[in-house]
């Protein structure tokens, strides 16, 4: 059975720090390129951040420089440090793993709530 366990949200003042994490199971991680998205009520899902087999991650242009993303795959883990938090980074965080080798693979966390307000 395939999970992927997101925690770090919570509520934090504008200008403030959080800290993502997911870990999952049931999967090879290290043949999963890994993601972080973002949905608001009444919008589509969107990509905020993602991190390939390689390590390297990148950015939606709204995040660039305030987020960062890592992945450890020694324990199947990805995080995402959230600096300089801003109202428009309000909404649910979602845990992605996708991989299009031998077949197309998607699985999805349940969601953690980030909440930017003063």
């Known amino acids: 059975q395939v999970r992927l366990v997101e925690s770090g949200g919570g509520m934090v003042q504008p200008g403030g720090s959080l800290k993502l994490s997911c870990v999952a199971s049931g999967i090879r991680f290290s043949d999963y390129t890994m993601g972080w998205w973002r949905q608001v009520p009444g919008k589509h899902r969107e990509l905020v951040a993602q991190?390939?087999?390689?390590?390297?991650?990148t950015y939606t242009d709204s995040v660039k420089g305030r987020f960062t993303m890592s992945r450890d795959d020694a324990k199947n883990t990805v995080s995402l440090r959230m600096n300089t938090l801003a109202r428009e980074d309000t909404g649910v965080y979602y845990c992605n793993a996708n991989s299009n080798w031998p077949e197309l693979r998607n699985y999805w966390g349940q969601g953690t709530q980030v909440i930017v307000s003063t």
């Open positions: 991190v390939d087999l390689g390590g390297t991650a």
